[in-house]
């Protein structure tokens, strides 16, 4: 057990849709990343948070957004669901930025479906 | 952008053998993680690497921090059913982005 605790585990949803995936982060842990893995990318860094500020940006889409609240937890917003959206998403944490000495941990993923 | 080229893609090896892999970017890279992952998991962190040259065991496994900054290697020695999963690289310059490699699948014959 990583520390890293993401809801829901699985997710079913059509189209267009609209869904928000939770993660908690370690105890401790300042920020969080957010990933994706899908088949045919691999992992693919989408977001990272720093004590409730955007830190870096990877390859996020303009439809899905995040968001670190004042407990640290963070959410990440998916929206106008596309089929090729369908992925695991991971969201990570370290106690404060990639560093000597200091690494990030991964929950067990979100995975979603997109019918 | 920053790239990890990660190989082999994929290995069947037989019980008791030992297994090499490795990553190779064109960036130089401050630290190196490698991680295993199991199917429906996430990715477990396995050792972490921060110096060049710098080389870390955790039990059959063995990685290396390249002296050049911009490779690291993981073997496992005396491989055994448990090991199979999905064996990533990742890589970061100082700061946030951690790039991973496409990942090398393992699978064991026992």
């Known amino acids: 057990d990583s520390g890293v605790t993401q809801t829901p585990k699985h997710l079913i949803t059509a189209t267009g849709q609209r869904v928000t995936l939770r993660c908690s982060p370690r105890?401790?842990?300042?920020?969080v990343y957010w990933y994706q893995q899908s088949l045919d990318q691999g992992l693919q860094f989408l977001i990272q948070y720093y004590n409730g500020e955007e830190r870096a940006k990877g390859n996020i889409l303009e439809r899905f957004s995040a968001q670190q609240f004042p407990d640290l937890h963070s959410e990440l917003n998916l929206s106008s669901l596309e089929l090729r959206d369908s992925a695991l998403y991971f969201c990570a944490s370290s106690a404060t930025s990639l560093h000597s000495g200091n690494t990030i941990y991964f929950g067990e993923g979100s995975w979603l479906t997109v019918v | 952008g920053q790239q990890l080229n990660q190989s082999p893609q994929s290995m069947f090896i037989q019980e008791g053998e030992d297994v090499s892999m490795n990553c190779t970017s064109s960036?130089?890279?401050?630290?190196w993680l490698w991680y295993k992952q199991e199917p429906g998991e996430g990715p477990v962190l396995l050792i972490a690497l921060y110096k060049a040259g710098e080389l870390t065991s955790n039990g059959r496994l063995t990685a290396q921090f390249g002296i050049t900054r911009k490779d690291s290697f993981l073997n496992i020695s005396a491989s055994i059913p448990s090991d199979v999963g999905i064996y990533f690289c990742?890589?970061?310059?100082?700061?946030?982005?951690?790039?991973f490699g496409a990942g090398t699948i393992l699978r064991v014959k026992s």
């Open positions: 960036s130089i890279f401050n630290t």
């Open positions: 990742a890589g970061a310059r100082y700061g946030n982005k951690l790039v």
């Open positions: 105890s401790g842990d300042l920020s």
